[in-house]
């Protein structure tokens, strides 16, 4: 029945460090804060740091810090200091960004749409969870 | 400036719980073996844990059990147990699971095809990380 040895893994051609590279990225996306924060730059930005933490509600400005950060890092978001009094620190989204956003979407209004089914899997997987042996 | 009271993230339509829901199911994916065990199941499935356990290569048996519950909790996989000596347990993927796949290897393989500038970025960032000063 072992008629392949290669796995269907869409990722499988690449090596270790950059499938978990790959998987950080993509991470970053379902993180709280990281999609949202991406979606309102590429939709309203460049914007202030204070102009953010207004948009995206909730969020504390340590987790907009850390967001933003990651974003920066990982080449999705630049951060630009303004030399004015007082200094004003900009953030846009990167054409990576705002391609990952396009990316991201069709997956996202997906996950909402089927959402009914993922909540209907977990109230009759965890009814029966009583039942379950180890495989 | 603040012309807007709604945020553009294409959830601000949900309620927080839904929200935590998408991203839970989405954050699946990019467990490390989530998609890997998904894909394998949707070209070469319904499959036992132990050739599962032989395709998706350097998975632990206790990350693979994990793995299958968490999928099977979210309605992505079915575990069915034919009753034989010994007892088998075949795992398929079920359409949603299936359609999951379909809708989530556009955006794995843009990741892929843009990961050099992912690299990029980050090396540029940890250059620099020194210079850096609080937003």
Known sequence: MQDRNEPDDPCSALTPDAQAL???VLARLVDKWG???LSELSENGPLRF???LERVRGVSQKSLTATLRQLERDGLVTR?????VPIRV???VTPLGRSLVEQVQPLWLWAIARLPEFV???AAYDANVNRRQVP
């Open 22 to 24: 790959v998987r950080e």
């Open 35 to 37: 999609l949202w924060v």
């Open 50 to 52: 204070s102009r953010l």
């Open 80 to 84: 630009t200091m303004v030399v004015q």
């Open 90 to 92: 900009d953030y846009a």
């Open 120 to 122: 209907a899997a977990r």
